[in-house]
């Protein structure tokens, strides 16, 4: 393998191959995200089978990638940010999720946010529609929302991956490879305050844990600095809608908004 390879870039090629990944298409953004976990999109299992976890990208490597995006971002201009990565993202076909997508979910929401929620992947509902969290588990997190006193326009949501997997599958480990570098560059680009990791699969993906959401929520991580506070996914509050899974959830995003304020 080349010897002058990024750092980090590296292991990541190796692990793609361990997991059988021959090739990726071309143009597909040279990050080093991390392995899925086995979780259904919109639907997620707290508790998914481990699973290894690849090195995370460095800043460089987004740079590189994005370089109007680094550039605003220096200059704290996030929305000139997020519409460079989405014209780089255009009508993507860099793996095998577009062939049964309607729209791409890019992602939604006050481009200055100090408060940012991931989840794992659009489900029919935002496929059809073309924006992150608008069915039964968005109106959830609409709700977990608003219980801490913002509103969805002031915060920003995005996913990990941008188009929905076949009958809300996990995705794949070289779907997420191929994906995921996306969903880092929106995070440079917004720089929020905090993110709060809805479910094990955003979790574990911004986190490169194999740890379950049950062992990790409620204690704070980060990611390139930002500290992460992963959750429940609301549509895990929709199956298990019991006094202590609200009570964990309500604890955590009081956290999420305190730490927030601490930096206005």
Not at 14 to 28: K, Q
Not at 200 to 224: D, N, S, V
């Amino acid at each position: 393998m080349n010897e002058t390879l990024a750092p980090g870039l590296r292991e990541w090629l190796e692990y793609l191959r361990e997991i059988g990944v021959r090739e990726l298409a071309v143009g597909a953004a040279r990050e080093a995200p991390q392995a899925p976990v086995g979780a259904r999109a919109g639907l997620a299992q707290e508790d998914a089978p481990e699973e290894p976890a690849a090195p995370r990208p460095s800043r460089a490597q987004c740079g590189e990638l994005f370089p109007l995006a680094a550039e605003a971002t220096a200059e704290r201009d996030p929305a000139r940010g997020l519409a460079e990565i989405r014209e780089e993202l255009g009508e993507c076909t860099r793996c095998r999720l577009h062939q049964g997508r309607t729209h791409i979910v890019f992602g939604v929401g006050n481009p200055r946010a100090r408060m940012m929620f991931v989840g794992e992947g659009p489900g029919a509902d935002e496929d059809a529609q073309g924006e992150p969290f608008v069915g039964r588990a968005g109106q959830k997190l609409n709700e977990m929302i608003r219980a801490i006193g913002l509103r969805r326009e002031e915060v920003y949501i995005a996913n990990v991956v941008k188009c929905r997997p076949p009958e809300n599958r996990a995705p794949l480990p070289d779907e997420i490879a191929t994906c995921a570098p996306f969903l880092f560059a929106q995070i440079e680009a917004i720089r929020p305050k905090v993110i709060v990791a809805l479910g094990g699969p955003a979790a574990q993906t911004l986190l490169g844990t194999r740890e379950g959401i049950t062992r990790i929520r409620g204690r704070w991580h980060a990611f390139r600095g930002i500290p992460v506070m992963p959750t429940f996914h609301p549509a895990y509050l929709l199956r298990q809608y019991t006094p202590e899974n609200r009570r964990k959830v309500w604890e955590d995003l009081k956290a999420a908004r305190a730490r927030m304020d601490q930096d206005p």
